[in-house]
């Protein structure tokens, strides 16, 4: 009673009562495997930007597509929108006054997005399935950068609202109909999208497709941490 059992299942839920019996090195080792982790992905990070630089103009061309058509169709002041490369811009029958070699006219507010503003958690994403490199790591790659095109959608849909409505005056907002607390909502969920959906949605996305890899990490730890208490405990008998 009381030896370490050699029984896997209850190596990881302790229904024997013991405390699997760990080398130092062992005890180590799943920090060892966290710290390398943590240093392959920011590794990975900095060498994934400068292609995924380069991918964007292909990578933003869905995301703005079907924020433009989205906009398109929930707000009627919307005409359509435009692609450039990273930059999308959305047309609106908005009436603006505007700065015209030294006189003012009228135009209509085009509001343009940066896709890199927002689109660089994708290569996040990458960067945590090449460190933890799952099974079958590039399907899981592109399955992710399917998925993660909504969370980009809305991102750039609130960025054009703010570009549209919360850096012009009251008469562009008369014009579009709508209340002037839905600047608040929208400015909201503008610094939403940038602070949180843009580098949060990656790592849950990566903690759901790569559970095996954290499960494993998981128990490896509460292994090594129920091995270090039980050798204090013993060395205090």
Do not use: H
Request: charged fraction near 15%; aromatic fraction near 14%.
């Amino acid at each position: 009673f009381g030896r370490p059992s050699s029984c896997w299942t209850c190596l990881r839920c302790g229904c024997c009562g013991s405390v699997p019996s760990l080398s130092a090195k062992e005890q180590r080792l799943p920090y060892s495997r966290l710290f390398r982790f943590f240093l392959t992905s920011v590794v990975a990070l900095v060498a994934l930007i400068i292609p995924w630089y380069f991918l964007s103009p292909y990578l933003a061309a869905p995301v703005i597509a079907v924020a433009g058509n989205l906009m398109e169709f929930a707000f009627r002041w919307v005409v359509g929108f435009e692609v450039d490369g990273v930059v999308g811009t959305l047309l609106t029958n908005l009436k603006v006054l505007a700065n015209q070699d030294g006189r003012l006219v009228v135009g209509q507010l085009s509001p343009e997005v940066n896709y890199r503003t927002f689109g660089y958690g994708l290569a996040l994403f990458w960067a945590l399935l090449i460190a933890s490199r799952p099974n079958r790591m590039w399907a899981k790659m592109a399955l992710g950068t399917v998925i993660l095109v909504p969370s980009q959608v809305f991102s750039m849909c609130f960025r054009w609202l703010r570009e549209a409505l919360l850096y012009n005056n009251a008469e562009v907002l008369s014009q579009t109909r709508m209340a002037r607390w839905m600047l608040e909502v929208v400015a909201y969920f503008d610094q939403l999208g940038f602070l949180i959906v843009t580098p949060l949605v990656p790592v849950l996305l990566w903690l759901a497709i790569d559970r095996a890899f954290v499960n494993k990490l998981w128990v490896e730890m509460v292994l090594a941490g129920a091995a270090q208490a039980n050798g204090k405990s013993e060395n205090a008998k």
